[in-house]
């Protein structure tokens, strides 16, 4: 695996911008038509566009101060591989679970594919019951 390249550094950056500022135009500048995006915390694949965004407003109605950051890129072809920690506090209603108050912080990896310059798969890899201790909804 290497640095990532300039070209695929910007598009990252643009969307994780997006995740970070709701800046849900973005998403036809960043990503591929049929998108698709694997979380744990998810209950099932998110596909397209529309669900992407669909995913993020539920995302950020949850968790309104919701916060990622990438801390290191790999790439090797089309797949790029992102070190990140994400922070928000539990304001709002997150799937079925009603807001706790209480903050997280996490760690995680992405596993990204791209085609055209463009995200095609992104598939989230991170500790989902660290994330509901923290959040108070299940027990330690």
Same mark, same amino acid.
């Given at each position: 695996?290497?640095?990532?390249?300039?070209?695929?550094?910007?598009?990252?950056?643009? %969307?994780?911008?997006?995740?970070?500022?709701?800046? %849900?135009?973005?998403?036809?500048?960043? #990503? @591929?038509?049929?998108? #698709?995006?694997?979380?744990?915390?998810?209950?099932?694949?998110?596909?397209?566009?529309?669900?992407?965004?669909? %995913?993020?407003?539920?995302?950020?109605?949850?968790?309104?101060?919701?916060?990622?950051?990438?801390?290191?890129?790999?790439?090797?072809?089309?797949?790029?591989?992102?070190?990140?920690?994400?922070?928000?506090?539990?304001?709002?209603?997150?799937?079925?679970?009603?807001?706790?108050?209480? @903050?997280?912080?996490?760690?995680?990896?992405?596993?990204?594919?791209?085609?055209?310059?463009?995200?095609?798969?992104?598939? @989230?890899? %991170?500790?989902?019951?660290?994330?509901?201790?923290?959040?108070?909804?299940?027990?330690?």
């Amino acid at each position: 695996m290497a640095t990532a390249t300039p070209d695929v550094e910007r598009l990252m950056r643009d %969307y994780q911008e997006l995740w970070n500022e709701k800046q %849900y135009g973005k998403i036809p500048e960043v #990503t @591929a038509e049929s998108i #698709t995006v694997h979380d744990p915390g998810h209950p099932e694949v998110v596909t397209g566009r529309d669900g992407l965004e669909a %995913y993020l407003r539920e995302l950020h109605e949850g968790f309104p101060d919701f916060h990622v950051t990438i801390e290191e890129m790999l790439t090797s072809g089309d797949i790029v591989m992102a070190k990140w920690t994400v922070t928000g506090t539990h304001e709002g209603q997150f799937g079925e679970f009603p807001p706790t108050g209480n @903050a997280m912080e996490l760690e995680g990896m992405d596993k990204v594919l791209l085609e055209d310059g463009k995200i095609l798969e992104h598939r @989230a890899h %991170y500790d989902t019951r660290e994330m509901l201790e923290q959040l108070g909804l299940t027990e330690r």
